[in-house]
């Protein structure tokens, strides 16, 4: 009896796993938008989770561990004591304050006037800038150049858009020795040109890349624009990392190249220009009548973006105008201070046997690893490409969390970049050398 009723239990737990598991796939089918079929995965989501469960050392996500210069977090203290209106909304566009300092500021570094309230747009961080420029400009049917490795988020966002994708790698030119710097990737102007049709809407460059760090050169910005010029297309490009530059790269935005003001995008970040990534401030700007579409996605999705923040960031704006090209600035001192730190990840990586790209810009290091022998036949992994199972490896044996550099590539591409991991250095000194000391035992056999 005992057994009878034991089984009977059983399978009625069966029946209603069943029932509940077949109900959950009809609703899953019937509940969801086809735009979010193949875009699921994400490899912050992903690798930031990882890194935690395993306790590692994190030089994987792009963020200081350092805390944002005491100016920028006075400035904020302020806003948020600074009565109601900074607990309110604010103009959806971008508080007034910081669309004037920003106009103020990017005026003199584009070399056009711009108007603080027809050719910016504030957003929650470069990325809803970005989603809202796709979002936008980008038709069913319109293909977008993303020229590769390249931040991941512009694929899944031309995709949502009803666009088509189409990459460019940057290629490291191989000539007689070993690829030693970001700038040794170079754009082939034919493959460019070869990728545009009469489909073509826009090219979307990041300079300096992440995850490679190459800072683009006038020369080679001429070639994307005159590219823009002739096939009238628009050109997003994405400046996060725009003060940080190291021996004597400097950063030059395609905005300010003839004829590329009304066709340019520029994108950028608060987070990565005040070291307060948590802020989420970012920004558009561009000529009125792209900005005016824009616009339009954001008011009907996300409305404005924090509004203390927003004042904390206009403050810095205007310190740095002030301040611009001494050493009292910020963004001479923050890029000076990680001149520092990305020598220390590079001779560490050196001392194991690694060899870095040396990175002309940006928060990251890539580095290959093929010298590197692992055993990776876990084969929970197996259908995986080779850096996301080194990554996965690292962060379980060793407790250092990375990042793929293959999550930066195109299918079509990926398994040409499989052999590279990035390291972020925008890390306290002590981070760097718990990273070095795991590092240094592996290389040691302990
Ligand atoms: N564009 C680029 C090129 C970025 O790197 C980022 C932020 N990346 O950080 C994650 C990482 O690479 O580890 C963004 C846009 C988004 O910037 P924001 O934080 O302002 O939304």
């Keep these: 009896m005992g057994i009878i009723s034991n089984l009977a239990a059983g399978l009625t737990v069966i029946r209603r796993s069943c029932t509940r598991s077949h109900r959950q796939i009809i609703m899953s089918r019937r509940f969801h938008a086809r735009r979010t079929d193949g875009v699921d995965k994400n490899v912050w989501v992903e690798f930031t989770q990882l890194a935690a469960d395993y306790k590692a050392v994190n030089l994987g996500q792009g963020f200081p561990d350092f805390s944002p210069p005491p100016f920028i977090q006075e400035a904020f203290c302020k806003a948020v004591g600074g009565g109601p209106p900074m607990h309110q909304y604010t103009r959806a566009f971008g508080h007034p304050p910081l669309v004037k300092s920003l106009a103020k500021f990017f ?31 980008v ?8 020229v590769e490795p390249f931040f991941d988020c512009y694929q899944p966002m031309v995709v949502m858009a009803g666009g088509k994708a ?32 009469p489909h073509t809407k826009a090219i979307v460059i990041n300079t300096p890349n992440n995850p490679l760090g190459k800072v683009y050169k006038t020369e080679e910005l001429q070639m994307i624009a005159d590219l823009c010029i002739k096939h009238d297309l628009l050109c997003i490009s994405d400046e996060v990392y725009e003060w940080l ?16 003001w009304e066709r340019t995008i520029t994108v950028g970040s608060a987070g990565k220009t005040f070291s307060a990534t948590g802020w989420k401030v970012g920004w558009a700007i561009s000529s009125g009548h792209i900005i005016k579409h824009m616009k ?16 904390a960031v206009a403050h810095g704006f205007e310190r740095e105008y002030q301040l611009f090209g001494t050493p009292e600035s910020y963004f001479q001192q923050l890029p000076a201070m990680l001149h520092h730190k990305r020598k220390k990840l590079a001779s560490c990586l050196e001392s194991v046997g690694l060899q870095p790209i040396m990175p002309e810009g940006g928060y990251f290091m890539i580095a ?5 022998k692992v055993d990776l036949n876990d084969q929970s992994t197996k259908d995986e490409s080779y850096d996301f199972r080194f990554v996965k490896w690292l962060i379980k044996e ?8 293959s999550a930066f590539y195109s299918p079509e591409h990926s398994k040409e970049f499989d052999k590279y991991i990035r390291f972020c250095f925008v890390k306290e000194d002590s981070t760097l050398e718990a990273a070095e000391n795991i590092l240094r035992k592996w290389s040691q056999g302990q």
């Design 107 to 137: 005026s003199r570094i584009v070399g056009h006037e711009i108007d603080p309230f027809e050719d910016i747009l504030v957003t929650v961080g470069a990325y809803q800038a970005l989603f809202c420029a796709f979002q936008a400009l």
């Design 139 to 146: 038709d069913e049917g319109d293909e977008v150049i993303i």
């Design 166 to 197: 189409v990459y460019v790698p940057l290629r490291p030119k191989v000539e007689g020795g070993a690829v030693l710097s970001s700038g040794d990737w170079v754009l082939s102007a034919e493959e460019l040109a070869s990728k545009i049709t």
């Design 245 to 260: 530059t190291y021996d004597g790269a400097k950063h030059v935005k395609i905005a300010s190249l003839p004829g590329m």
């Design 296 to 311: 339009t996605i954001h008011q009907n999705t996300v409305y404005h973006s924090a509004t203390a923040a927003q004042e």
């Design 368 to 372: 290959d690893i093929s010298s590197l």
């Design 398 to 405: 060793k407790g250092l969390a990375t990042i793929p550099v």
